[in-house]
């Protein structure tokens, strides 16, 4: 074994600890709306968190400018959308993350198409497989080195045609999400499935 007291080291490599090993992480793309028009980014710190309401959670670090433009955005209009990032829309997502001015949309330099959302006024994206239309809940602000993790209540759920069936059961692998790795460009897909029934309650089972 090797260890590491946290304290010793430096946020970088806490950084690098925390991102290898934290593995795969799903990627939201998230829609905004802001004075300067729509903004999309990427954010593999990223996770569902309930589901009465259905609530998902993203955290987002900050430049060396300041915020973000997607904290900006929700600070200023409490609403969102999170798609998640299947392998066909890998590229499209990867140009999101261009550190572009405020006022830029990444949605159309990425070659995507905005339409209009259901209950928020951010537009989703009609290439993502899944968007979950949200209300934010609350922004913790959390960290020496500072990140704010948002949380969203799911208001709307949309989904390409195929992907859900009537008993509500989603079919991963049309969406075929993409996770994050570590590194500068490291990613996985969901290319080896397998199935383990959860062991009956008195036999040691777990929830989520
Ligand atoms: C796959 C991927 C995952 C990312 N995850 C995060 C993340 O969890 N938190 C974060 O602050 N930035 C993350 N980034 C970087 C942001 O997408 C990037 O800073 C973006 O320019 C922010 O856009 P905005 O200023 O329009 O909000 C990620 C980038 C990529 C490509």
């Known amino acids: 074994m090797i260890e590491f007291d946290a304290s010793k080291i430096s946020w970088q490599d806490q950084y690098k600890l925390m991102v290898g090993s934290v593995t795969p992480r799903p990627i939201a793309l998230v829609t905004t709306l802001g004075a300067d028009g729509p903004n999309a980014a990427p954010f593999s710190f990223f996770n ?11 955290s987002v670090g900050e430049k060396a400018e300041g915020a973000k433009d997607t904290v900006r955005n929700i600070r200023e209009l409490p609403e969102f959308v999170v798609h998640i990032v299947s392998d066909a829309i890998r590229e499209q997502m990867n140009v999101c993350a261009v550190d572009y001015p405020p006022g830029v949309n ?3 330099k990425a070659g ?3 339409v209009p959302s259901s209950k928020v006024r951010p537009p ?3 290439e993502a497989p899944v968007a979950m239309e949200c209300r934010l809940m609350q922004i913790v602000d ?8 948002v949380f969203g209540e ?3 759920f949309h989904y390409h045609d195929g992907i859900v069936n009537e008993r509500f059961h989603v079919d991963v692998g049309r969406i075929n999400p993409i996770g994050r790795l570590a ?9 080896d499935r397998f199935e383990m029934p959860r062991i009956p309650y008195g036999k040691g089972s777990a929830g989520e």
């Open 124 to 126: 989703r994206i009609a």
């Open 142 to 149: 959390l960290g020496r080195k500072p990140y704010h993790v």
């Open 106 to 108: 990444e949605i159309g």
């Open 154 to 156: 799911v208001v709307h």
């Open 48 to 58: 569902a968190v309930g589901s009465d309401p259905a609530m998902l959670m993203f």
């Open 183 to 191: 590194g500068k460009g490291g990613y996985t897909r969901i290319t």
């Open 112 to 114: 995507l198409t905005a």
